[in-house]
């Protein structure tokens, strides 16, 4: 169980088109997803923190206006990359808390999305 | 401001050997701290975590991690590396605060040699 998928896998566009990228936990309720962003070789940093039904929280120093985020439902938030760059291109990462499973910090990964802006 | 130091970025270790990845918090208060490992290209795979009790946690894949609150470590351990091992470990931190997100530490590679 606690499985999450992330779609599509990895992605290449061209510069000043927009990406969107899906989030899902397959058998579980997501109250709460998180996006992570990873440069090569790097650790993973937190983007925004989006609970379901509302306005995601966005980190200091990201875009929120270029990185969108919507939790519309329990199982899905999307993250879409508007007009993006070259400096765009990276591995995006979600995860998501399972609100039903009483363990505090309980998150489960997506596999990733690697994005390439050309 | 919570963080993690993990102080070394690459580790070799011949198989067989026994491995140890040093992970140092900063956290007012007891954290909840993981460990996960990343393969190249992959998503993350938590190994293990601890929340509270006993404070030598048994992961999968054979390893434990051992939290030190005196030290303020959660050090990952493994008694006999195999070459499948080798990947990107990191450790992490949140609160005890529903819904708050995890803070990772930067990495460390390891490489197993024959």
């Known amino acids: 169980g606690a499985v999450v998928s992330q779609h599509p896998s990895w992605v290449i566009c061209k510069s000043g088109t927009s990406v969107k990228i899906e989030c899902r936990s397959l058998?579980?309720?997501?109250?709460?997803m998180f996006w992570y962003r990873q440069f090569p070789k790097q650790s993973l940093m937190l983007m925004a923190t989006?609970?379901?039904?509302?306005?995601?929280?966005?980190e200091q120093g990201v875009e929120k206006d270029k990185f969108l985020i919507n939790h519309a439902s329990l199982t899905l938030s999307t993250l879409t990359v508007t007009s993006a760059h070259p400096e765009d291109s990276s591995f995006y990462i979600c995860?998501?808390?399972?609100?039903?499973?009483?363990?505090?910090?309980?998150?489960?990964f997506g596999p990733g999305t690697r994005l390439t802006v050309l | 401001a919570q963080s993690v130091t993990q102080p070394d970025i690459h580790i070799t270790v011949s198989e067989g050997a026994s491995l140890e990845l040093r992970c140092n918090y900063s956290?007012?208060?007891?954290?909840?701290l993981f460990w996960y490992v990343q393969s190249p290209g992959q998503g993350l795979q938590l190994l293990l975590k601890?929340?509270?009790?006993?404070?030598l946690v048994q992961g999968i894949k054979g390893f434990e991690a051992e939290f030190k609150r005196s030290q303020s470590s959660f050090n990952l351990r493994k008694p006999s590396v195999h070459w499948s091992d080798a990947a990107e470990y990191f450790c992490?931190?949140?609160?005890?605060?529903?819904?708050?997100?995890?803070?990772f530490g930067k990495g460390t590679t390891l490489s197993v040699s024959s």
């Open positions: 992490a931190v949140a609160s005890n605060q529903a819904g708050t997100a995890l803070i």
């Open positions: 989006s609970n379901e039904g509302s306005k995601a929280t966005y």
């Open positions: 058998d579980f309720q997501a109250t709460t």
């Open positions: 995860s998501a808390r399972d609100g039903a499973s009483g363990s505090y910090n309980e998150q489960f």
């Open positions: 601890y929340f509270s009790g006993d404070t």
């Open positions: 956290y007012g208060a007891t954290p909840y």
